[in-house]
């Protein structure tokens, strides 16, 4: 796909994915969407891609959807053809495809992020912040719902009182709010954001094994709907087992020993263990 409103750039072993409208703040279209999708999709399949950094060109992050049609823009009484039963929200389909990543994602955020531009970051892993960013939940004051599958991310992030003040107020409010209530875990200059992600990212890359980062990812992400510590206690146990038995997990503790960065070999578009997943599959139906 050549893309017309993101850059994707492969940098050594790090996928920058950027949001490329500056003139429109980066406002999220459905041709945005399908970019991103397949740009994620595209990094996950690049067993040279370690990490993947999410940032934004020019001032802001993403305004949020683009509002050039005025009020059509959520008038789903004019647009024929679509039903309840199957109409898809565009930003759910970039969250869940996020969501559904082996490779950790950090979101580098530049400037004001809202509607969209705030819930697209919620299911990437780590969450970095410029002292000039701005995030808003505004969807209750546009007489809209949130989407982007945030009333599943968003209480499980930063707990259901904050999530409910965000939401249920649609204010907008700064980067330390933001650090505070634990949506970001980083505030730092903005010439500082993209190092300071890099340095993340690099760290990933140069120190830890592929395979071992999807598991933990997916552990982590999916445990937070599991019903007993049990099922994890499952998942645990299996992924201690097949990756114990791993030419991966030798690297590992020869590496330790010797003092030098690890070479681990196993990658995730050949060597998931048989039991991944381990879960099944959601459908919209």
Same mark, same amino acid.
């Given at each position: 796909?050549?893309?017309?409103?993101?850059?994707?750039?492969?940098?050594?072993?790090?996928?920058?994915?950027?949001?490329?409208?500056?003139?429109?703040?980066?406002?999220?279209?459905? *041709?945005?969407?399908?970019? /991103?999708?397949?740009?994620?999709?595209? @990094?996950?399949?690049?067993?040279?891609?370690?990490?993947?950094? *999410?940032?934004?060109?020019?001032?802001?992050?993403?305004?949020?959807?683009?509002?050039?049609?005025?009020?059509?823009?959520?008038?789903?009484?004019?647009?024929?053809? /679509?039903?309840?039963?199957?109409?898809?929200?565009?930003?759910?389909?970039?969250?869940?495809?996020?969501?559904?990543?082996?490779?950790?994602?950090?979101?580098?955020?530049?400037?004001?992020?809202?509607?969209?531009?705030?819930?697209?970051? #919620?299911?990437?892993?780590?969450?970095?912040?410029?002292?000039?960013?701005?995030?808003?939940?505004?969807?209750?004051?546009?007489?809209?719902? =949130?989407?982007?599958?945030?009333?599943?991310?968003? =209480?499980? #992030?930063?707990? &259901?009182?904050?999530?409910?003040?965000?939401? /249920?107020?649609?204010?907008?409010?700064?980067?330390?709010?933001?650090?505070?209530?634990?949506?970001?875990?980083?505030?730092?200059?903005?010439?500082?954001?993209? =190092?300071?992600?890099?340095?993340?990212?690099?760290? &990933?890359?140069?120190?830890? @094994?592929?395979?071992?980062?999807? /598991?933990?990812?997916?552990?982590?992400?999916?445990? #937070?709907?599991?019903?007993? =510590?049990?099922?994890?206690?499952? *998942?645990?146990?299996?992924?201690?087992?097949?990756?114990?038995?791993?030419?991966?997990?030798?690297?590992? &503790?020869?590496?330790?020993?010797?003092?030098?960065?690890?070479?681990?070999?196993?990658?995730?578009?050949?060597?998931?263990?048989?039991?991944?997943?381990?879960?099944?599959?959601?459908?919209?139906?």
């Amino acid at each position: 796909m050549n893309y017309q409103e993101i850059r994707y750039e492969v940098t050594e072993r790090i996928a920058t994915i950027t949001l490329h409208r500056p003139e429109k703040l980066n406002a999220f279209t459905h *041709v945005m969407r399908d970019e /991103l999708v397949d740009a994620f999709g595209k @990094a996950d399949a690049d067993d040279e891609v370690r990490a993947v950094i *999410v940032t934004g060109a020019g001032r802001a992050f993403c305004a949020g959807a683009d509002l050039s049609a005025g009020g059509a823009t959520f008038d789903y009484a004019k647009k024929e053809g /679509l039903t309840a039963e199957t109409h898809r929200d565009g930003g759910g389909r970039v969250t869940l495809r996020i969501f559904e990543m082996k490779k950790p994602v950090i979101c580098a955020v530049n400037g004001p992020a809202v509607g969209i531009g705030a819930t697209m970051q #919620l299911p990437m892993d780590i969450r970095i912040a410029s002292s000039e960013a701005r995030f808003g939940f505004v969807f209750t004051r546009r007489g809209i719902v =949130p989407e982007a599958c945030s009333s599943w991310f968003l =209480p499980r #992030l930063v707990g &259901i009182s904050q999530a409910l003040d965000w939401t /249920l107020s649609g204010r907008v409010f700064g980067a330390q709010e933001a650090l505070a209530g634990g949506l970001v875990s980083k505030v730092v200059s903005p010439d500082a954001l993209l =190092p300071t992600a890099q340095g993340i990212a690099r760290e &990933i890359a140069d120190h830890t @094994a592929p395979v071992a980062v999807a /598991l933990a990812r997916q552990m982590m992400w999916r445990m #937070l709907g599991a019903d007993h =510590p049990m099922e994890a206690h499952k *998942v645990d146990s299996r992924g201690i087992f097949h990756m114990g038995r791993s030419p991966d997990v030798a690297e590992g &503790i020869a590496s330790f020993k010797e003092k030098r960065k690890p070479n681990f070999g196993m990658r995730v578009t050949r060597d998931m263990p048989p039991f991944y997943p381990w879960w099944s599959e959601r459908r919209f139906e």
